[in-house]
């Protein structure tokens, strides 16, 4: 009894060496062994959609019915539909599943005539063979269905039900999903944009955030920050050199539960590329003499500015205050107040403008639980606090260190566009699509060799584009819409790229008819 008491004291007095490290390197408080790191952040499945369930390991293969599931194939561009046939989950070995493939069927059947093409019932038919698929036997007979097997967790679960429509060079049976085919394939593109997007590649933090964060321990002590704004703080904002003054103005304001803030912004459009500043002070307090200033670029508007400015000023409030922001933006106000109605859907929501910082804002007043109002100030009434953070934000466009947010941490942010691998696209994808088009449109249109004199006095900044489009615009006519107007136009166009029909040009095109019309000189 005494010798088996005495192993057991001495196989706990055995501490592994790595635990040792840990204890007396990486941890802050050695009683509650808390790190003196933050861990990144875990990719969080997406709620809005369901995977296949795991089933245990095993060296027999599981019968499934019924289970029909979609995912996005990056080979064909599009989205895969089938139906569950068997589940394997062998030991050692991700689970993976085999299933009947089949396709969506494109045409409109006779019966939704009337519907618009969004409206139309997705219906699925049997493949009769493609390039993803392959005969197989199954059960040891041979069939004509054709089989695809993968891996479970690339997939996601639809809801279909057995169709008895029919329809013309198409084989039965047919099955219907209780979703359109334009909703099932945008879940499946961000269900594959999760999985496949790294978010180290994007990370703020450097790679080692032990140093990292004794590095910051040299400037401000850290674990008086309370650990949201720590986080919201270390994540969201680049670049790093921004990360200590907000951190000890989060510091400063942590003893405040209501608090006060004149904002504003300010757009510089001398430079070769437009440069904002945005600037607040702290007024609930004037003896505290805070205030926080800077800069940021892409997309230029003033009231993306002020927005910025909004943004730094919610994420240094302590968790659980009442903000009260001034702001002579009322275009900011007017979207904050519809941010949270009903009518606001996450489609229109997507094609505000700055809708990236927006999001961005929401996330830090539903992390922080935040109560804000924003209440509008006459612009250059003369206002001293007002005027005071619009001198801020003026001084603020000299920085160079550019305020950006870091996407990959927005959790409410599924998926972005950006543009040249830099830019996130932070406006109506559809019109900045079609911006970009017709700026590739006017390249070849200046490309064209009649044209490179025009191409020459762009690139020498003598032609005014701007203005030309107000001139192209402008309609001397009653009427919005005339054959008046129509000529016009035909006319503009013409005088501005060299076509308009001289008399060389004319007697090189119809000889006959300028052979005994020649006017003398």
Not at 195 to 222: K, M, V
Not at 264 to 279: C, K
Not at 398 to 413: A, E, G, H, R, V
Request: overall charge positive; charged content about 15%; some cysteine.
């Amino acid at each position: 009894m005494e010798r088996n008491q005495a192993i057991s004291n001495k196989q706990k007095r055995l501490v592994p060496e790595w635990y040792k490290y840990l204890y007396d390197n990486i941890v802050i408080n050695q009683h509650n062994l808390r790190l003196n790191f933050d861990l990144p952040p875990i990719k969080t499945p997406n709620p809005m959609i369901t995977h296949p369930k795991i089933i245990p390991q095993s060296s027999n293969t599981m019968r499934i019915k019924n289970i029909w599931i979609a995912y996005w194939c990056p080979r064909t561009n599009n989205v895969i539909f089938r139906r569950v046939i068997e589940k394997h989950h062998f030991y050692h070995h991700h689970q993976t599943i085999t299933f009947e493939h089949y396709l969506h069927i494109p045409d409109s059947h006779p019966s939704h005539s009337n519907f618009t093409p969004r409206s139309h019932p997705t219906y699925l038919s049997k493949c009769t063979g493609c390039n993803l698929s392959e005969i197989t036997t199954l059960n040891n007979s041979y069939s004509n269905t054709y089989y695809i097997t993968s891996l479970s967790d690339s997939t996601i679960i639809i809801n279909t039900s057995k169709s008895n429509l029919n329809f013309t060079n198409y084989n039965k049976p047919f099955y219907k999903c209780n979703q359109q085919i334009s909703t099932i394939k945008q879940k499946v593109i961000i269900d594959y944009n999760i999985r496949n997007t790294n978010l180290s590649n994007s990370s703020p933090l450097p790679n080692n955030p032990i140093l990292y964060q004794s590095s910051l321990e040299q400037h401000i002590d850290l674990e008086k920050i309370h650990i949201l704004n720590r986080n919201l703080i270390l994540q969201l904002v680049t670049p790093n050199s921004l990360h200590i003054p907000l951190l000890k103005i989060t510091l400063s304001l942590s003893s405040y539960n209501n608090l006060e803030f004149y904002t504003d912004g300010s757009l510089n459009r001398e430079y070769e590329t437009p440069i904002m500043g945005y600037g607040w002070i702290f007024t609930s307090n004037l003896v505290d003499n805070i205030k926080h200033s800077g800069s940021c670029k892409d997309w230029p508007s003033s009231s993306k500015a002020e927005l910025v400015a909004i943004l730094t000023s919610l994420i240094v409030c302590p968790p659980n205050s009442n903000i009260h922001i001034h702001t002579d933006s009322a275009a900011c106000i007017a979207t904050f107040n519809s941010l949270y109605s009903p009518k606001l859907t996450a489609r229109q929501f997507q094609k505000l403008n700055n809708c990236t910082l927006w999001n961005t804002i929401k996330h830090i007043i539903n992390t922080l639980k935040l109560k804000v109002s924003l209440f509008k100030v006459k612009v250059h009434s003369g206002h001293a606090l007002n005027d005071a953070a619009d001198l801020l934000a003026k001084n603020g466009i000299l920085s160079k260190d550019f305020f950006q947010i870091n996407i990959q941490y927005l959790p409410t942010q599924r998926c972005h566009l950006t543009f040249n691998d830099s830019i996130i696209i932070d406006r109506n994808i559809r019109k900045s699509v079609k911006r970009i088009i017709n700026f590739q449109y006017f390249e070849q249109h200046l490309s064209h060799q009649n044209l490179h004199k025009l191409k020459d006095y762009t690139l020498d900044n003598i032609i005014d584009w701007e203005f030309s489009q107000l001139w192209f615009k402008y309609n001397p006519f009653t009427k919005l819409t005339s054959e008046k107007y129509s000529k016009h136009v035909s006319w503009q166009i013409k005088c501005s790229s060299y076509n308009l029909p001289t008399l060389d040009i004319l007697n090189r095109n119809y000889p006959e008819f300028l052979k005994e019309n020649v006017t003398p000189i």
